[in-house]
């Protein structure tokens, strides 16, 4: 089968045959419709310092994914071939403490698909049948495509009750557009998201978040005001991965305001711990999304009319995967879709 791999230790991916994968009696084998290229796969197309320390070589990668179950190990029960399906690409142990609590998205033993496995840049995908999610009726192959970043907006954004707050979100990638697009739908006041990038905080707009803010033209104390804000923010959802972006946040929230850290800070980032102690911040940290609950939560508000269709903003056949992955490395995108069909 064709499939996108890491075959040598530099930039780049290359469209190579590989043998299809092999399937346990747990496992499900899906037909891949469309795939979505991710900041994760950047990293690995760029061939970063964490890429190098992480990725086998030759290994093919992806984890954002649609397609249909042709076949399924003769253990598994509940899906079926000819399911339209996404899924969930950590794979969990099944018998730590977290996993066994039913926090799955804790297990101190999780592998990645597509980081530490081989992934779904590829024409067939095998994973365990626990980590498949049905597609409901209703929800667009784009929408479904693009699941596994919704999961992550939906995770952060849903970690503090958000009715009736204000909220700030620090980077409008295209994790942070769908977290604050996820804030104005269950009922945030002011919803505010920061970046450096015009293209994207016009992305932003384009997905109804009013209050778009580029952040080396006006402060964050400029926009309080502007809104009319008196005590500071809420709820802060950090999703630019920026240390100067975290700084600013934690000044502006109010006292005893809440914050989810998305974004994957850098090493150097310091905290204004006089911040967190005399407000009295708490400070949650989130990787991945809750098995499988953020799943349902976040096919149940595309279905109650959360409308995040605009920030797919590229879609290319296989064949033009390197332009895809160019644009994404520009930052001049929201969503980008590669097509398998
Ligand atoms: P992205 O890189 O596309 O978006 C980050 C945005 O932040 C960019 O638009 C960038 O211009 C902006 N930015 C940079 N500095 C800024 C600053 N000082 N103020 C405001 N904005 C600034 O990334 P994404 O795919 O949207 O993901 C968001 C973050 O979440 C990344 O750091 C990513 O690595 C991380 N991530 C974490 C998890 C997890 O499980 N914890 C999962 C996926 C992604
Ligand atoms: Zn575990």
Same mark, same amino acid.
């Given at each position: 089968m064709k499939a996108l791999v890491k075959k040598y230790p530099k930039r780049g991916l290359w469209l190579e045959d590989v043998?299809?994968?092999?399937?346990?009696?747990?496992?499900?084998?899906?037909?891949?419709?469309?795939?979505?290229?991710?900041?994760?796969?950047?990293?690995?197309?760029?061939?970063? %310092?964490?890429?190098?320390?992480?990725?086998?070589?030759?290994?093919?990668?992806?984890?954002?994914?649609?397609?249909?179950?042709?076949?399924?190990?003769?253990?598994?029960?509940?899906?079926?071939?000819?399911?339209?399906?996404?899924?969930?690409?950590?794979?969990?142990?099944?018998?730590?403490?977290?996993?066994?609590?039913?926090?799955?998205?804790?297990?101190?033993?999780?592998?990645?698909?597509?980081?530490?496995?081989?992934?779904?840049?590829?024409?067939? *995908?095998?994973?365990?049948?626990?980590?498949?999610?049905?597609?409901?009726?209703?929800?667009?192959?784009?929408?479904?495509?693009?699941?596994?970043? *919704?999961?992550?907006?939906?995770?952060?954004?849903?970690?503090?009750?958000? +009715?009736?707050?204000?909220?700030? +979100?620090?980077?409008?990638?295209?994790?942070?557009?769908?977290?604050?697009?996820?804030?104005?739908?269950?009922?945030?006041?002011?919803v505010v998201i920061t970046d450096l990038n015009e293209y994207r905080l016009d992305l932003a707009r384009k997905l109804g978040v009013k209050n778009t803010v580029d952040i080396r033209k006006t402060t964050l104390p400029d926009v309080m005001k502007s *809104?009319?804000?008196? %005590?500071?923010?809420?709820?802060?959802? %950090?999703?630019?991965?920026?240390? %100067?972006a975290f700084k600013g946040m934690v000044e502006s929230m109010k006292h005893g305001g809440d914050i989810a850290l998305l974004g994957i800070l850098p090493p150097h980032t310091t905290i204004p711990w006089n911040q967190v102690i005399f407000k009295g911040l708490f400070i949650k940290g989130i990787y991945g999304r809750e098995m499988f609950e953020t799943w349902y939560k976040m096919s149940s508000m595309l279905q109650s009319g959360l409308d995040i269709k605009r920030i797919v903003t590229h879609r290319f056949p296989l064949a033009g995967f390197e332009e895809g992955f160019e644009v994404m490395c520009a930052g001049r995108s929201g969503k980008v879709i590669l097509d398998w069909r």
């Open positions: 043998p299809e994968p092999r399937m346990s009696e747990n496992d499900v084998l899906i037909k891949i419709k469309q795939t979505a290229i991710c900041g994760t796969d950047v990293h690995i197309y760029e061939w970063n %310092e964490w890429a190098r320390q992480t990725i086998p070589v030759p290994m093919h990668v992806g984890h954002e994914f649609v397609g249909e179950v042709v076949k399924v190990g003769k253990e598994v029960v509940g899906v079926h071939p000819g399911m339209r399906v996404s899924g969930e690409g950590h794979v969990v142990c099944g018998h730590c403490r977290n996993c066994r609590a039913g926090a799955r998205h804790l297990c101190a033993n999780t592998k990645g698909v597509g980081v530490d496995r081989p992934g779904c840049f590829a024409e067939y *995908l095998a994973i365990p049948a626990s980590n498949v999610f049905p597609i409901p009726e209703g929800i667009s192959d784009d929408e479904a495509s693009i699941l596994d970043p *919704l999961g992550n907006a939906v995770h952060t954004a849903l970690s503090f009750n958000l +009715v009736g707050e204000d909220v700030l +979100v620090t980077g409008a990638g295209p994790i942070g557009i769908m977290g604050a697009a996820v804030a104005l739908h269950v009922g945030a006041r002011h *809104l009319k804000m008196t %005590e500071g923010f809420d709820v802060g959802l %950090e999703m630019s991965g920026s240390a %100067e």
